[in-house]
T-cell receptor, first 113, second 113 residues
């Protein structure tokens, strides 16, 4: 059984550009949540997907958007990147709703210059 | 608004010196309280879920307890490999909407040999 995987591991973008981050959930899990973790802070909830539908959103602007595919993998898209978007982006999968344990991937470190 | 406060922010122990980390929370109906361990540059690793006051769970040198307002993570005879940031998160009971986790900022634990 494979765990949660994310790609890429690191990337560097310029302010104003767009970025897509990818996540493969743990086998058998149909719920994916995305979090942003700034340096020295706890993860902050961006949004959650359950069976390809958005199931809630945190306090992030519309330029943060997502998708979940039929195989339950997921993407996070960020448009018009800002310097403050520099962070570790974490994907977490869970077996189903209601969510109990969420299992996190290793994260994608995004640097915006 | 759901909130989690962890203390202390940082804790330095000698190997074998037992201590406790605190997680205070306010939430409109607790569904679950979660403890994670996070190593630098990596995703959080799931440790425990606690659901009701009075519940306790143990794993190796770690023991988590829960009251109506706070949770403690007790570390008995820690080893250098226990050095990490420990994150606490709560999940609220909500009709519909997301099953998000609200995290604290974490406690950075350093165990010296």
């Amino acid at each position: 059984e494979t765990g949660v995987t994310q790609s890429p591991t690191h990337l560097i973008k310029t302010r104003g550009q767009q970025v897509t981050l990818r996540c493969s959930s743990q086998s058998g899990h149909n719920t994916v949540s995305w979090y942003q973790q700034a340096l020295g802070q706890g993860p902050q909830f961006i949004f959650q997907y359950y069976r390809e539908e958005e199931n809630g959103r945190g306090n992030f602007p519309p330029r943060f958007s997502g998708l979940q595919f039929p195989n339950y993998s997921s993407e996070l898209n960020v448009n018009a990147l800002e310097l403050d978007d520099s962070a570790l982006y974490l994907c977490a999968s869970s077996l189903s709703l209601p969510v109990n344990e969420q299992y996190f991937g290793p994260g994608t470190r995004l640097t915006v210059t | 608004e759901d909130q989690v406060t962890q203390s202390p922010e940082a804790l330095r122990l000698q190997e074998g010196e037992s201590s406790s980390l605190n997680c205070s929370y306010t939430v409109s109906g607790l569904r679950g309280l979660f403890w994670y361990r996070q190593d630098p540059g990596k995703g959080p690793e799931f440790l425990f879920t606690l659901y009701s006051a009075g519940e306790e769970k143990e794993k190796e040198r770690l023991k988590a307890t829960l009251t109506k307002k706070e949770s403690f993570l007790h570390i008995t005879a820690p080893k250098p490999e226990d050095s990490a940031t420990y994150l606490c998160a709560v999940q609220a009971k909500k009709g519909g909407g997301s099953e998000k986790l609200v995290f604290g900022k974490g406690t950075k634990l350093t165990v010296n040999p």
